[in-house]
């Protein structure tokens, strides 16, 4: 109960000049802040469109809506291969 009480903080975007990056990592942050799996949820979302995969929580949803689903999967492929 003492939870509903206690304010979250959350990261501001840090600007990389990669859009869609940024918007991935805050997504990604506030996907754990809120207790889900990050990767299940952005997942579904690719998968389907479907916003509602993604928390609303410090306007999550409306900054990944901001982004086109080839936008986010491009940056994926690119980040995955140069890690790689």
């Known amino acids: 109960m003492e939870e509903l009480f206690?304010?979250?903080?959350?990261?501001p975007i840090?600007?990389?000049g990669n859009e869609a990056h940024?918007?991935?990592?805050?997504?990604?942050?506030?996907?754990?802040?809120?207790?889900y799996d990050?990767?299940?949820q952005l997942v579904g979302y690719l998968v389907t469109g479907e916003p509602?995969?993604?928390t609303s929580y410090n306007s999550a949803r409306s900054l990944i809506c901001r982004l086109e689903?080839?936008?986010?999967?491009?940056?994926?492929v690119?980040?995955?291969?140069d890690t790689h």
Do not use: C, F, W
């Open 22 to 35: 940024d918007i991935l990592m805050y997504v990604y942050k506030a996907l754990q802040t809120k207790g």
């Open 6 to 11: 206690n304010t979250h903080k959350m990261d």
């Open 38 to 40: 990050p990767i299940t």
């Open 69 to 76: 689903r080839d936008e986010i999967l491009e940056e994926l």
């Open 52 to 54: 509602t995969y993604i």
């Open 78 to 81: 690119r980040s995955y291969l």
């Open 14 to 16: 840090v600007g990389t």
